[in-house]
DNA sequence: GCTAGTCTCTGTATCGATACAGACTGGATC
DNA sequence: GATCCAGTCTGTATCGATACAGAGACTAGC
């Protein structure tokens, strides 16, 4: 058996209060004393109190929640979601703090055991389908917690990270339409929970739940009702699971078709780069040329060329865990919106005469 | 205040134990009572066991800790790092545990603090420089842990999943001496603990203390003895903090001193980006012609047409979980090696003939 | 009609620590 | 010599649950 605090306290010879103060409390006792007891405590084996036990009487763990409400081995898949996730070791880092990696099931109850089950102090909720759940689960536990996107029914006090969504996405669109693209596709993971990879019709942007997508998906949309091209004009394409062979398969066949999109506009570089993959597939000669932009600015969306949004990673990670670690004191500072900038690469040019 | 189990069972007019069965062992208790303490908790709002009390009470917590012995922000700035926790990931969903990634302050009586402080039920213990501390505050904690490299003092039936580095390095090694390069560089990361970016010098290969370090360096040692290269002529070079800028800073000036090396031997893929953004900066008209290798075959050397030692990442983290969460009857089946292959792109060619 | 066995549920002990009020000691102050 | 105070240390209550032995009630079997 692993030796307890009584333990120390007893082969010292002093009360078990001491001995944890001996380790938490260094100024409530003597040198000399502190001194025995640390002695005793390495003698016997003793590693230092129970962390377990101690977060339960201390009333906190020390360590924030990430929450992917998709595999987290998605995680690790999507450059940005690495990026956010560097940004939010580094505000724990400072606030040596810890962060836990929270994998959800794909059954909801399952998903929401495991979020009443983490052992964490607040959660950083990485924006993804669907997530209101988890938020209600966050919410009942009493937990603090971070978002990364705004919802619309949230309350004041809510705090999140995030970006003009719709704002960004239009910049990349008007870049499009003002090259002269009418005919364009609309490529998002989770446009429709569970809709199948591949083009599909939705009414008007206003049915899509996802908050990011629909945000994203009004932005193109915006840009070309501009341009006198409406919403059921465009194209638009579902890539469940947010991945560039996601994205290469949903669009497969698109460019097969009678007056085939000019454009693709991505809610992701992933997505975008997918579909730079499929079209590399083709060969050279009869390739069609179609313009890409993607979102996010990954670093891969250099080296392929893709025009695209940048939007701050890291910071956005950052901001987040720094939010939830040491909030504002006023509720409309826990509201951060961060900068994004259209970045134009060889992925996009006027849409060819034919 | 948040109810706790009493309260919910006070309502139903239950002991506590009751309700508690009706959360973790639902057939102890009739589906009607487990429904009426059910309705009563959402009633009051009750989120459920408190995991920290629960944990203390069952012995375990259900996640385990993953360690970096650097900063915690590097994890996600090496591509192989991130690959590697996506290999732990995917284990850990599979058994429905958690993810404790602890950041580690740079004194190390915080270090050990941090390590002793994490609520975990072991460790996956990613190989970084100087370990031995962590593990012996692990040991001491009574807790499992599997490391990615095997230490020459470890016990018998201490877990590890790791590659023969020394025959990797080797093979890479070779393929360079096979095309003719006597002058080489070594270049890695951590050479010796405390040591300035740039050249230095060691007596021999068994002074590094680094274990992975040190199998590297051996392997490629062993292949330029057997050409007659001896250690000490073979340059060693230190990049610490094993990113690309730092090796792009640790061969500066290397290959402007008379009778430069014609080959780089990295430890890492990083570094040798790092080796080959340095050479990039020079004008094309009189670029040294460098060999380069790298090691850990990361997305980006494809890319770079970088030559290098491929190893399975993602299984490396899975394997590594796996041991920890589900480990063999068998001891012997605790210790895993996992293959490697030599992949040559465009990064090695021919000596130059001068 | 009696023993056995199955279902439910309760009560008590326990997990390993920390908070906080108070007790004791010894020296300085008046 | 009484008072006060700072510095140390102790004792008790508490954090919020789970394990386990056992108590009743009820059905089966002989």
Redesign the interface.
């Known amino acids: 058996m692993?030796p307890t605090l009584q333990a120390v306290a007893d082969a010292v010879g002093v009360s078990r209060s001491t001995v944890s103060n001996a380790y938490s409390r260094p100024d409530q006792l003597s040198t000399s004393l502190r001194g025995r007891i640390l002695d005793a405590a390495r003698q016997l084996?003793y590693?230092?109190?129970?962390?377990?036990?101690?977060?339960?009487r201390r009333g906190f763990?020390?360590?924030i929640g990430v929450l992917f409400t998709s595999?987290?081995?998605y995680?690790?898949?999507d450059p940005f979601a690495?990026?956010f996730?560097?940004g939010v070791?580094?505000a724990?880092?400072r606030h040596?703090?810890?962060?836990?990696?929270?994998?959800l099931?794909t059954a909801v109850t399952?998903a929401r055991?495991?979020v009443?089950?983490?052992?964490v102090d607040g959660f950083c909720v990485y924006c993804v389908a669907d997530e209101e759940w988890a938020l209600d689960?966050i919410r009942?536990?009493?937990l603090p917690f971070v978002s990364t996107a705004r919802r619309d029914d949230a309350s004041p006090d809510e705090r999140y990270v995030g970006i003009d969504e719709r704002a960004a996405a239009y910049s990349a669109a008007a870049h499009v339409a003002g090259l002269g693209h009418r005919r364009v596709a609309l490529l998002a993971d989770s446009v429709l929970p569970d809709a199948p990879a591949g083009p599909l019709t939705v009414a008007g942007v206003e049915q899509v739940p996802h908050p990011t997508t629909r945000g994203r998906l009004s932005g193109f949309a915006d840009a070309f009702a501009e341009v006198g091209v409406d919403w059921a004009e465009l194209t638009l394409v579902n890539a469940p699971g947010n991945s560039r062979h996601a994205a290469a398969a949903a669009v497969a066949g698109l460019f097969d078709q009678p007056d085939p999109p000019t454009a693709v506009l991505a809610g992701s570089d992933v997505l975008a780069l997918g579909v730079l993959d499929a079209l590399a597939a083709w060969p050279t000669s009869d390739r069609p040329p179609v313009s890409v932009t993607g979102f996010d600015d990954v670093p891969e969306a250099a080296?392929a060329g893709l025009t695209t949004v940048r939007q701050p990673a890291e910071e956005k990670g950052r901001i987040a865990a720094e939010l939830l670690l040491d909030p504002p004191a006023n509720a409309a500072d826990g509201h951060v919106l961060l900068p994004t900038a259209l970045v134009v690469r060889d992925s996009t040019g006027p849409v060819p005469r034919s």
Chains 1, 2 share one sequence.
């Open positions: 692993k084996g590693p230092g109190p129970n962390p377990t036990a101690r977060s339960l763990v020390g360590s595999q987290l081995s995680a690790f898949t690495v990026r996730l560097a070791g580094e724990a880092e040596s703090t810890s962060m836990l990696l929270v994998p099931p399952d055991r495991a009443e089950n983490a052992a689960v009942a536990r009493g080296a």
